[in-house]
């Protein structure tokens, strides 16, 4: 959904080597009563890529005048900005549009063999010009955006603009999205083949794309928002017509995209989360015959959970995102969880410690009853991490409270046998 492309000025709509097109420009006059070229305006959609960026594919539009082809991007950025990370975890990540030659803009997906599809867009040459000029106006004056995955991306930007322009008639999606799907079910399924982007999107983000989304706001994928477009309408006073008139495969390229193909069963999230179930399930089987617990084992295991619970809580508290809040996962992976490798070699906080699994325990089984009630769908890697989780709190008060209880009985033993030795 984004891309690195060289920036132009606005004055390139009016100057710019035209590419072949199959349909002639027509006229309108402006706001001034002179007879303006209008511009065929094209939707372009760039099949999905390698990158997890480019998962959903791309959008840009084509204009073209009898001395002008260039397609509009809403999708820059530069990685190499200052503090680009940190500003993206934060959810300050800054988009810029701009503009390029459109064989430029196409050699670079005809280069990756991603194709790109062309449709051609059923405006009137007023409506032509009037976006055209919304466009420009949003480059000169308003180049740099705050982006959004799902509410404010290369998609939905153009989209926007275009239903600007054809006001007061509108676009009417005449498909429809299947019943329950929500932002998260479709990023699932764009990253089908890349489970531990999704493992990690389904960490970062809360329930607020778990909601039952709209069509059009489904148009937040560029893959998408071309299906939906070859059968919308626009709906005026004077009657319906096509979105599209004409749709056309510009560039050819690997079907479906050339994303990477789907990651063996053995290196996903689910299998490594199975395995470590497997592994505290031993573990805890162990220390009970042994009356023992395994520090080692729940210091690593829990510093994870906690470094990982620094960043969730970042997200939650800190960053800007608008999804990242509310998120339930803090009920399990937390700073609180850092509390386990830093006590548990003290003979004063493994006291400490019991009231700490009593609560963690109780924190992540609400965790999953309330995720249930709440909608948000959880990983189902998440439930075996979870369940190794709580095995190892329930392991630590069993074998601590039995540890004490032992240490009373001895005790007493030791009393009611001086006590018996004395009267003698």
């Not at 606005?10 to 209008?38: C, H, K, L, N, Y």
């Not at 007061?168 to 999205?177: E, W």
């Not at 829990?302 to 990982?308: L, S």
Request: proline share 6%.
């Amino acid at each position: 959904m984004a891309t690195i492309l060289t920036v132009l000025p606005p004055w390139v709509f009016a100057q710019s080597e035209r590419t072949g097109s199959a349909t002639a420009p027509a006229s309108a006059p402006d706001s001034t009563g002179i007879v303006a070229e209008a511009p065929v305006v094209s939707l372009l959609t760039c099949a999905p890529g390698e990158l997890v960026y480019e998962l959903e594919g791309h959008t840009g539009l084509r204009f073209r005048t009898s001395t002008t082809d260039i397609v509009v991007n809403w999708g820059l950025f530069d990685f190499n900005s200052p503090g680009f990370i940190y500003r993206f975890v934060r959810g300050e990540t800054d988009y810029t549009v701009g503009a390029a030659p459109t064989e430029w803009f196409l050699n670079q997906y005809r280069h990756q063999g991603r194709s790109v599809t062309e449709q051609v867009l059923n405006l009137t040459p007023t409506e032509a010009l009037r976006l055209q000029q919304l466009v420009a106006d949003n480059m000169q004056n308003n180049p740099v955006y705050r982006y959004n995955y799902v509410k404010d991306n290369c998609s939905l930007r153009p989209l926007r603009l275009i239903e600007k322009a054809l006001a007061p008639d509108s676009i009417h999606f005449t498909d429809t999205v299947a019943a329950g799907t929500t932002f998260r079910s479709m990023m699932t399924d764009f990253h089908r083949s890349y489970p531990w982007y999704q493992f990690g999107i389904d960490l970062a983000l809360g329930s607020g794309i778990d909601y039952r989304i709209t069509t059009a706001e489904a148009a937040f994928a560029p893959v998408t928002l071309q299906k939906l477009a070859a059968s919308a309408i626009i709906t005026t006073p004077d009657g319906n017509r096509r979105f599209v008139s004409a749709t056309e495969t510009i560039v050819a390229g690997t079907p479906g995209g050339v994303a990477l193909p789907p990651t063996p069963w053995y290196l996903t999230p689910v299998f490594f989360a199975y395995v470590l179930l497997t592994l505290t399930i031993a573990v805890t089987l162990f220390d009970i015959a042994r009356r023992r617990v395994s520090r080692l084992f729940d210091a690593l295991m829990f510093g994870i959970y906690g470094i990982a619970g620094c960043v969730i809580a970042f997200l939650v508290f800190i960053s800007s995102h608008e999804a990242t809040s509310p998120n339930l996962i803090i009920l399990w992976l937390n700073p609180f969880c850092l509390l386990v490798p830093l006590c548990l070699w003290s003979r004063r906080g493994r006291n400490f410690l019991i009231c700490y699994h009593f609560i963690n325990f109780a924190a992540v089984l609400a965790l999953i009853i309330v995720a249930g009630i709440s909608g948000q769908r959880l990983n189902h890697a998440f439930l075996p991490l979870m369940a190794a989780d709580m095995i190892r709190s329930a392991a630590y008060i069993f074998n601590t409270l039995w540890e004490q209880k032992r240490k009373k009985r001895r005790n007493a033993y030791q009393i009611r046998y001086s006590g018996s030795y004395s009267s003698r």
